[in-house]
């Protein structure tokens, strides 16, 4: 059973950093593409970030130069660095990995942004 463990969310004050931390385990981690997405109250759940096993990314336009993800496949570990956070970055955020047609999710970790 493929397990994704998010961890690094918190709450932050406007313009702060957090970053976000997703374990994996079970899974063929070097060949997923792994991502960041995010859900709201009352929203459905957006792509924030994506990385795939060549390195490519891709960024939502809402994050972009103030988000970067990164990955390191001897840990099995995908990142999420947040910088200049603002009040609509709050959500909960989700890992999530991407082999051979499944999708796979963790639990979540909130990120609240409030001064």
């Known amino acids: 059973q493929v397990q994704l463990v998010e961890s690094g969310g918190g709450l932050v004050q406007p313009g702060g950093s957090l970053r976000l931390s997703c374990a994996a385990s079970?899974?063929?981690?070097?060949?997923?593409?792994m991502g960041w997405y995010r859900q709201a109250p009352g929203n459905e759940r957006e792509l924030v970030a994506t990385?795939?096993?060549?390195?490519?990314?891709d960024y939502a336009d809402s994050v972009k130069g103030r988000f970067t993800i990164s990955r390191d496949n001897a840990k099995k570990m995908v990142y999420l660095q947040m910088n200049s956070l603002k009040p609509e970055d709050t959500a909960v955020y989700y890992c999530?990995?991407?082999?051979?047609?499944?999708?796979?999710w963790g639990q979540g970790t909130q990120v609240t942004v409030s001064s």
């Open positions: 079970r899974l063929f981690f070097s060949a997923s593409t």
């Open positions: 990385i795939t096993s060549g390195g490519t990314l």
């Open positions: 999530n990995a991407k082999l051979w047609g499944v999708d796979y």
